[in-house]
Structure formats: C-alpha cells, structure tokens
C-alpha cells in the first residue's frame, strides 16, 4: 500500500489504521473510510452530504460520483465524476447536518441557532430540556455542543415527527448525547425533568408552558423559546413575567448574504426572509417577599406595593 506524504510538510507519516500519524509533529491527518459522512462539494447550489458506502454510485446532472473512490482520500481533497467534473470532499459540520437534514417540521435555522447559543451561554456540560423536537435541527445543534458530559432531554407528542428526528440526529452521530421521549407537556401532571440548564419550548403556544418550564429549571437558568410570530411573543412575555422570569428579550435575527467578486461585490439578490422570534428569559428564585413584579409598562412594583425605576431589561426593548 503506498504511503500518502504529511498534508502539512509532505514527509512521510507512520500510519495506523485508517489514521495518519507525523511522528514529528504528531499530526493526526484522518483518512475518509467506509460509513464516515462527506459533504460532496461541486457548488453552492449543488453539494451532497452522505454516508460513504463503497457500493454507492450516486447519479447526478455533472456525473456519477462513485463512492469507491472516496475511500482512503482525505477530507480536503477532490475526486471527479465520470463527466470529469471536480467535486471536493468536505468534513460536514454542525451548520451541514442542520441544512441537509430531513423536515417534517420548521426548522430552527443556523442564524438564530448562533444568537441562541450565545444569549444563553450554552456549553460543554449542560443539561437541556428541549419541548417540541420537530425535525430533531435545534436538538442536533444544542447536543453538537453540550456533548460529551452534558445532555439534551428532548420532547414531542408526535411519533411521525420523532421517528424522523432521529434519523437525523443518528446521521449526525449525536445519538448517544440526546433521549428523546413521547410526551405531551401541555396535559402532564408531573414535569419530566427538573433542575435543568436551558429549557428550549418551540409550540404554537408557549405561554401556555412557562408554569412547566420554571419548574424544569435550575435558579438562574434560562428559558428559550421560538415564536414565528409578534402575537406569540406578546403573550409568552405576559406569561414569562407572571411567573417571576427575568433578563427578559425578545429578538430577530437577520443575516444578509453578501456576494463578494471584486469590482462588483453587493448584498445577494437570494437570502433568508423572515424565519423566527426568539425569546429569552432567566428564572429568579427570589422568596416571594422580596418579588419584584416586572409590569407591561416597564414599572416595577415592588413587594410593599411601592414603584421602583425603570427595569434594565425593559428599557433596552424600549430603545
Ligand atoms: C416547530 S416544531 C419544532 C421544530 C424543532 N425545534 C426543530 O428545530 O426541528 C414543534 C413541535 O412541537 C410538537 N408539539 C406540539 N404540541 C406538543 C406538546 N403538547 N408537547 C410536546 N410537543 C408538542 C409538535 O409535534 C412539533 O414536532
């Protein structure tokens, strides 16, 4: 078998299994091998994720990509198809999974999948409670991360809906990180879980599981939840302050593609529309006597019936 040279100084590497080592500077170069995922990259319009299998002769408009022939290359490189068109074989990433996943439901898109991730500090580690699975998108994306200690309890009443998320998360290779469970929070006497990190409620009405969610969570810990639409917002903000939730914020997230070729590089005419809201809130776990009530016209109203000045939190939806 011939020996492929170090990507990084061409020397030969010492190579075991189907990993190359460089003894000098220990280097792990990764050899594409049977069942690994590869996106097939042609263009931005035209690229593949699946599993490498070397029976698979996969037909396309630029030509037969023969799996075979991926096999032993490494991520990186390129093969061509029977037309002689070149396609690079790409390591997928969270952000390919998510976009090339099979839908049965909307999606959490990668653009508020980011802002999420940020706002509520998600991390290696964490346990997440996540309501409404769906096509299984934003599960992959939270158990991408918390992994390996950390954990993602996901929920949904809709066996079809389930049945298909797995199969995503399996593709994904997240499986083991995820549990995912039939159950309908809307008409359970008992919360699943509790004292959890992050409680994710992506359903039509939200508001009417906020009770549910601060009793799912730890102090502190925050809430999250996706609502396409304004109406949703306004009552799951009106829930979210009843129920003693703070650090309150509602936001759209808003990407545009740009087209970069030089001389001419402008906003591309293709994009994202209008996707979600997300809201996100904290759980204070402050003993009733010393509540604030957070009211709608950003007034709050201390636990002697007193006012108090203006919330941080509301004044910076105000602005
Ligand atoms: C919009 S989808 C979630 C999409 C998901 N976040 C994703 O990124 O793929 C909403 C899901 O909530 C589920 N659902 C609706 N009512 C529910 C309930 N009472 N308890 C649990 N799940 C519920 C639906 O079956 C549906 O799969």
Redesign the pocket.
């Known amino acids: 078998m011939a020996l492929l040279s170090c990507v990084q100084c061409q020397k030969l590497p010492g190579l075991f299994g189907n990993t190359l080592i460089h003894f000098k500077s220990g280097l792990v170069v990764k050899k594409i091998k049977q069942n690994d995922n590869v996106l097939f990259f042609y263009n931005d319009s035209k690229k593949w994720l699946m599993r490498v299998s070397n029976k698979q002769q996969f037909h396309t408009h630029i030509g037969i990509i023969d799996h075979k022939k991926v096999i032993g290359k490494q991520y990186g490189n390129a093969i061509k198809t029977n037309k002689g068109k070149i396609i690079y074989l790409l390591e997928p990433t969270i952000y390919d999974f998510v976009m090339k996943s099979q839908r049965s439901?909307?999606?959490?898109y990668p653009k508020d999948l980011g802002y999420i991730a940020a706002r509520i500090g998600l991390q290696s580690g964490q346990q997440i409670i996540?309501?409404?699975?769906?096509?299984?998108?934003?599960?992959t994306f939270l158990a991408s991360i918390v992994k390996p200690k950390g954990h993602v309890y996901t929920?949904?009443?809709?066996e079809n809906?389930m049945a298909i998320?797995r199969k995503n998360i399996e593709k994904a290779g997240l499986v083991k990180h995820v549990t995912m469970e039939k159950?309908?929070?809307?008409?359970a006497r008992k919360v699943p879980r509790t004292n959890a990190d992050v409680v994710v409620v992506?359903?039509?009405d939200p508001w009417l599981v906020v009770p549910q969610a601060r009793k799912m969570l730890k102090g502190s810990g925050a809430f999250v939840s996706?609502c396409p639409t304004m109406n949703q917002l306004e009552k799951l903000v009106t829930a979210l302050r009843q129920n003693d939730f703070f650090d309150i914020e509602c936001t759209e997230q808003i990407v545009r593609t740009i087209e970069a070729r030089e001389g001419k590089t402008r906003h591309s005419f293709r994009g994202i529309g209008h996707t979600t809201y997300v809201a996100f809130a904290r759980k204070v776990t402050t003993p009733k006597e010393l509540r604030r009530i957070v009211t709608t016209d950003s007034e709050d109203i201390d636990s002697d019936g007193s006012k108090l000045v203006e919330d941080e939190s509301l004044s910076s939806q105000k602005k």
């Open positions: 439901t909307q999606i959490v996540e309501i409404g699975t769906g096509s299984g998108s934003l599960t929920y949904d009443v809709d809906f998320a159950f309908d929070i809307k008409n992506d359903l039509g996706i």
